[in-house]
């Protein structure tokens, strides 16, 4: 039987939110809209979110760290199971006449995409007589392990290295938590956590990392960075903050309450672009603390743990100043 992923169903929008028969800011093609109300979401105000920690929400494609098949620490990549065409049309039409989806009945054999025989629902996903159940949305969430030779997830594939056991993180630096750090983690620290990966061919890049001929794929840890003068939760200070503030030149906001109930807040919720200008996150100076002798790899590869490894100890202002070369 196969064991469930940690993490995670869709995060909720810290306030309740509607629809608007307007373009959407995030989705081309979309017709609507979801914006967020002044009214603070039930679920953020039961979890105590005013006391809870603010962290950036990052552009990028989420991961997770779990073993796979009983062996090592292993990257896995976000894949959602979807409908067909036929049910998700059928779904489309029902939710025309319905306000909650709740009453859609699903046949999870027929009604669904075909996934990879390793696929793995999240954690969180509800069951009905063994089968996983489907969001508001239609779909269910879920998990594929990364292979090395993998061309559909090449990107993920190169922010790890399986044989010596690490992923390439960008994180705080321990000893000054305003530098970030470019480290090679072990994925056995980084066990059951989710992470996002971003890079050159990530989301069009909005932090600009990398290039077309040298692409940079790096892992961030969800939570990892700290909003550190976070705004009340209260929609008209975070409107003023998402206007004002050097910090907020993020996509999102993400607030980890205290008993484990994540909610967020995306620009767009609010109306506002994203990307607008340079992202907070490339404001930041970086360090490059890795180095191949550690691990006992070949620095002469052309592998990415090996092109930061020749930085190793140097020191940027920015993290598109970092260049790898050819």
Same mark, same amino acid.
């Given at each position: 039987m196969r064991r469930l992923a940690a993490v995670q169903q869709k995060v909720p929008c810290v306030f309740l939110t509607e629809v608007k028969e307007e373009p959407s800011r995030k989705r081309h093609l979309q017709h609507f809209q979801v914006v967020a109300t002044e009214k603070l979401n039930p679920r !953020?105000?039961? $979890?105590? /979110?005013? $006391?809870?920690?603010?962290?950036?929400?990052?552009?990028?494609?989420?991961?997770?760290? $779990?073993?796979?098949? *009983?062996?090592?620490? %292993?990257? %896995?990549?976000?894949?959602?199971?979807?409908?067909?065409?036929?049910?998700d049309k059928r779904f489309k039409k029902f939710l025309q006449s319905h306000t909650s989806c709740k009453d859609f009945t699903w046949n999870i054999e027929e009604d669904f995409k075909s996934v990879p025989e390793c696929w793995i629902p999240a954690l969180g996903v509800q069951h009905q007589n063994g089968q996983p159940?489907?969001?508001?949305? *239609?779909?269910?969430? #879920? %998990?594929?392990?990364?292979?090395? @030779? @993998?061309?559909?997830?090449?990107?993920?594939?190169?922010?790890?290295?399986?044989?010596?056991?690490?992923?390439? /993180?960008?994180?705080?630096?321990?000893?000054? #938590?305003?530098?970030?750090?470019?480290?090679?983690?072990?994925? @056995?620290?980084?066990?059951?956590?989710?992470?996002?990966?971003? #890079?050159?061919?990530?989301?069009?890049?909005?932090?600009?990392? *990398? @290039?077309?001929? &040298?692409?940079?794929?790096?892992?961030?840890?969800?939570? !990892?960075?700290?909003?550190?003068?976070?705004?009340?939760?209260?929609? $008209?200070?975070?409107? &003023?903050?998402?206007?004002?503030?050097?910090?907020?030149?993020v996509e999102g906001i993400v607030w980890h309450c205290l008993n484990g109930t994540l909610v967020k807040l995306h620009r767009h919720h609010l109306g506002l672009n994203w990307p607008n200008g340079a992202p907070f996150l490339n404001t930041r100076p970086v360090v490059i603390s890795l180095s191949l002798a550690v691990l006992d790899l070949d620095i002469s590869s052309q592998d990415l743990f090996a092109a930061f490894s020749r930085l190793a100890g140097q020191s940027f202002d920015h993290i598109q100043d970092i260049q790898l070369g050819t």
């Open positions: !953020a105000e039961a $979890s105590h /979110v005013h $006391s809870s920690i603010a962290t950036e929400k990052l552009d990028g494609t989420c991961c997770y760290v $779990s073993s796979y098949q *009983g062996k090592q620490p %292993w990257l %896995w990549a976000r894949l959602d199971r979807k409908p067909n065409k036929q049910a159940v489907p969001d508001d949305n *239609g779909h269910i969430p #879920g %998990w594929v392990p990364v292979e090395k @030779s @993998s061309k559909q997830y090449c990107w993920h594939a190169s922010a790890v290295n399986y044989d010596a056991g690490v992923a390439l /993180v960008l994180r705080p630096n321990t000893d000054n #938590g305003d530098v970030l750090e470019i480290a090679a983690v072990p994925l @056995s620290e980084l066990l059951e956590q989710t992470l996002e990966l971003i #890079g050159t061919n990530i989301n069009a890049n909005p932090y600009g990392l *990398g @290039s077309k001929k &040298r692409p940079v794929h790096l892992l961030v840890p969800h939570g !990892a960075l700290q909003i550190r003068n976070p705004p009340p939760v209260n929609y $008209s200070q975070l409107l &003023r903050w998402f206007h004002d503030c050097e910090e907020a030149e």
